[in-house]
């Protein structure tokens, strides 16, 4: 999925997990993955060979950063927090994400109403 402006993919995954960790950081793991399926009631399910890699990647490009922490008797916790060069890429992401949800709307929309007539 590109858009004309960009011509980059939108980053979905990438664009989902900063929106998490911006509204509810610092945050582990696990709380994305709960957080996540009860916001889409349901609907989105984060698997841990997805999530584990994609916040690797963008801890690497400095979007994010973690700290580990004890789990007081249970095993550590590594908890994620949104830096300003994230918080950055997310107002982008976020309205490339508006223009093409727009756009697919209008789309979607104009097809319908065309197969009636």
């Known amino acids: 999925m590109t858009t004309e402006s ?3 993919p939108i980053r979905v995954t990438d664009t989902l997990l900063l929106t998490i960790i911006s509204r509810y950081g610092p945050i582990h793991g ?3 993955v709960q957080t996540v399926y009860r916001l889409s009631e349901g ?3 984060l698997k841990e060979g997805t999530l584990y890699p994609a916040l690797q990647k963008l801890e690497d490009r400095r979007l994010l ?3 580990r922490e ?3 008797g249970r ?3 590594r908890y994620y927090d949104i830096t300003e060069e994230g918080r950055r890429e997310l107002s982008s992401n976020s309205e490339e994400w508006r223009r093409f ?3 697919f709307n209008q789309v979607t ?3 319908s109403a065309s197969q009636r007539s």
Request: hydrophobic share 10%; glycine share 8%; aromatic share 4%.
């Open 109 to 111: 929309k104009s097809n």
């Open 30 to 32: 696990y709380g994305m």
């Open 65 to 67: 950063t973690s700290r």
């Open 70 to 72: 004890d789990g007081n």
């Open 6 to 8: 960009s011509k980059q």
């Open 43 to 45: 609907d989105i399910t």
């Open 101 to 103: 949800s727009t756009a």
């Open 75 to 77: 095993p550590p916790r």
